[in-house]
Each structure stands twice: as structure tokens, then as C-alpha cells.
């Protein structure tokens, strides 16, 4: 029987990957990327010669038999994505499910996750937090942004340049203009930077200087302001 490496990759800086990680990719049978061009120069970087092969949100439900068959064959096969850690709000759920129920010893490694540094870099309660992901684009959008208004955790979403004014005015229209929002774009690149501030201010903000790169939302929790009725 084979084995599943889940093998977290940069987030941007090429730097931030682990020597394990490196040996590990070196070492599998396969390597399967979610872009293989896109890994390919992760891959070139450290000098990685190991055959990859696409797996990816498009075709993850049809090639996951072919690759439980090649690990229950003795192969030994890496999972990576694009950047930062695989089934985080990108491909590798299904084929790990599908390794616990064929008893396929799976290995996760230890590395980048985008959505830990934008957590600590916003300044927002950390011991307890949310983490939603991408929100639906269309439907169950609302009612998604209802239950989350009345969330007392700190919550943390993933959002796509050309779709962070729109986010940030929904955060004003269900949240609240003064909820306290962080955004962290690029992290770990050149140019990142986080923006602090109610919703409405760093609405603003983007609405004059449109974001480039990958995004991260960090959004203050809700705060009860109940007042206690004393019994005496």
C-alpha cells in the first residue's frame, strides 16, 4: 500500500517552504499540482524532477479511482496547489476522503496557509475564529451574510480582487459600517500590505485604489452589548 503526502506550498515568497517538504516532493512517484505550469517553477526552483500530473476542481471527481488505484499499488504520491495548503478552499478534500475510506495512509505536512498571518496581522481576537472561505457568489449569498452578522468569533474570508468592493459593501449593509475589517493582500510578496479599519473606511480605501493579488478578510466578531439587570 502507498501514501498520500498533503504538501503545503508558498503563498508567495518561494522561500517559505520546509526542507521536509522539499525531500518529500523529490522523493514520491508523483506529484499531483493544480496547475502544473504554475508548479513547474516551484518545481524548477529547488530542481524537483518528479512527474506531475493535473489535479485540479475540473477533473478531481473523475481521476480520484485512477489515483487510488496507483496508491493502493504500492506508489507513493504528493498532493500540492497553486500556493499555500491543499483542501483549504482548493482541491484535495475528495481524494483524501477517499484515501481514509480505502484505509491509504495520508500525511499532511506542516506549512503556508494564507489565512494564519492576515489572522495575526489583523489585531483581532485569534483564540477563537471562523474561517468561511470564499462566500457563494450568487445563491445563498444573503442568507450566508445574516447568520455571519450575529457571529461573535472573529471571522476570516477569501476574496478575489475584482469581488473585494462588493464583499466589503455587503460587510456594511449586513455587518455594519463601523464592523472592524483587516484585509491582507499579497502576503509574504513585495507589495504586501494589510489595511485596517471599520468596513467603511476600507471600503473606501479600495474604492479609490482598486487591490491587485490574492486577498484575505479578517472581520471583527460581533460585540453584545447586553446590559445585566442587577437582583438586589
Known amino acids: 500500500m502507498g501514501k498520500l503526502y498533503i504538501v503545503p506550498t508558498p503563498i508567495g515568497n518561494l522561500e517559505d517552504i520546509t526542507y521536509r517538504a522539499i525531500t518529500v516532493l523529490k522523493a514520491v512517484d508523483l506529484i499531483l499540482a493544480e496547475d502544473t505550469r504554475t508548479s513547474g517553477k516551484l518545481l524548477k526552483h529547488y530542481q524537483i524532477t518528479t512527474n506531475m500530473q493535473s489535479h485540479h476542481m475540473h477533473n478531481e471527481h473523475k481521476t480520484v ?10 506508489e507513493t504520491i504528493a498532493l500540492i496547489s497553486d500556493a499555500g495548503t491543499p483542501a483549504i478552499s482548493d482541491p484535495g478534500f475528495l481524494l483524501t ?75 456594511c449593509d449586513y455587518f455594519g459600517e463601523e464592523r472592524p475589517v483587516s484585509v491582507s493582500r499579497e502576503l509574504t510578496k513585495l507589495y504586501e500590505e494589510t489595511i485596517r479599519g471599520s468596513a467603511k473606511t476600507v471600503l473606501e480605501h479600495y474604492a479609490n485604489k482598486p487591490p491587485k493579488g490574492e486577498i484575505v478578510i479578517v472581520v471583527g466578531g460581533k460585540i453584545n452589548n447586553k446590559k445585566t439587570v442587577s437582583t438586589n
Open 65 to 74: 479511482t485512477h489515483i487510488i488505484r496507483r496508491l493502493k499499488n504500492g
Open 97 to 171: 476522503r477517499a484515501c481514509v475510506e480505502n484505509n491509504i495512509e495520508v500525511n499532511c505536512l506542516p506549512g503556508a496557509t494564507a489565512f494564519v498571518p492576515a489572522l495575526v496581522n489583523s489585531g483581532f481576537p485569534n483564540d477563537k475564529f471562523v474561517f468561511e472561505g470564499f462566500l457563494p457568489v450568487k445563491k445563498g449569498r444573503q442568507t450566508r451574510l445574516k447568520i455571519l452578522a450575529e457571529e461573535t468569533r472573529t471571522i476570516i474570508f477569501y476574496e478575489s480582487p475584482h469581488k473585494l468592493i462588493k464583499t466589503l459593501s455587503h460587510f
